[in-house]
T-cell receptor, first 112, second 109 residues
Framework: GAGVSQSPSNKVTEKGKDVELRCDPI?????LYWYRQSLGQGLEFLIY????????KSGLPSDRFSAERTGGSVSTLTIQRTQQEDSAVYLC??????????FGPGTRLLVL | RKEVEQDPGPFNVPEGATVAFNCTYS??????FFWYRQDCRKEPKLLMS?????NEDGRFTAQLNRASQYISLLIRDSKLSDSATYLC??????????WGAGTKLIIKP
């Protein structure tokens, strides 16, 4: 079956621009997670959705970051006024009722 | 102290050898444990869940030691294709997983 998909796969933007990253979870998965991973580093938790609500936004690094999920499915992570330190791979994962998470291929963001 | 800790390595191991690494966790209430594999520039992929009784999948064996609060991964007869970073994940509460930073494994011919 179809796995988690993310778009775009790569994004190059200029400092100060806004970017939107999209995640399509596995059909039927109620939980959705966003992570950030810098080169050679571990996973940095950003936000978690259960259905359309976000019980835990504690990982969002600043108010420039926001995310939403609609219809219990697609999620969008928005970064406003991008900075060079935002450059990283943004990974989305989804999960059925249990904790096992399945990851998408990620979006590689480069802020010039 | 981090909630989940792993030796970053790298572990340099000759092909065919057995290698094991651990992952320690601090939350004694954790109930679910996982090992993921991440290849360079790829997303993490589930390798195996870790059950209380321990579990085995081919050359891979995972064990849980609740008393000492760690999980382990043993790889027997290592292959060149086993070279990757191995991430452990431990649940905190609800559906949250806390991730280790990963252990890098390099299998040498």
């Amino acid at each position: 079956g179809a796995g988690v998909s993310q778009s775009p796969s790569n994004k190059v933007t200029e400092k100060g621009k806004d970017v939107e990253l999209r995640c399509d979870p596995i059909s039927g998965h109620t939980a959705l997670y966003w992570y950030r991973q810098s080169l050679g580093q571990g996973l940095e938790f950003l936000i978690y959705f259960q259905g359309n609500s976000a019980p835990d936004k504690s990982g969002l690094p600043s108010d420039r970051f926001s995310a939403e999920r609609t219809g219990g499915s697609v999620s969008t992570l928005t970064i406003q006024r991008t900075q060079q330190e935002d450059s990283a791979v943004y990974l989305c994962a989804s999960s059925p009722q249990g904790e096992t998470q399945y990851f998408g291929p990620g979006t590689r963001l480069l802020v010039l | 102290r981090k909630e989940v800790e792993q030796d970053p390595g790298p572990f340099n191991v000759p092909e065919g050898a057995t290698v094991a690494f651990n992952c320690t966790y601090s939350n004694s209430a954790s109930q679910s444990f996982f090992w993921y594999r991440q290849d360079c520039r790829k997303e993490p992929k589930l390798l195996m869940s870790v059950y209380s009784s321990g579990n085995e999948d081919g050359r891979f064996t995972a064990q849980l030691n609740r008393a000492s609060q760690y999980i382990s991964l043993l790889i027997r007869d290592s292959k060149l294709s086993d070279s990757a970073t191995y991430l452990c994940a431990v649940n905190r509460e609800g559906y949250q997983l806390i991730w280790g930073a990963g252990t890098k494994l390099i299998i040498k011919p």
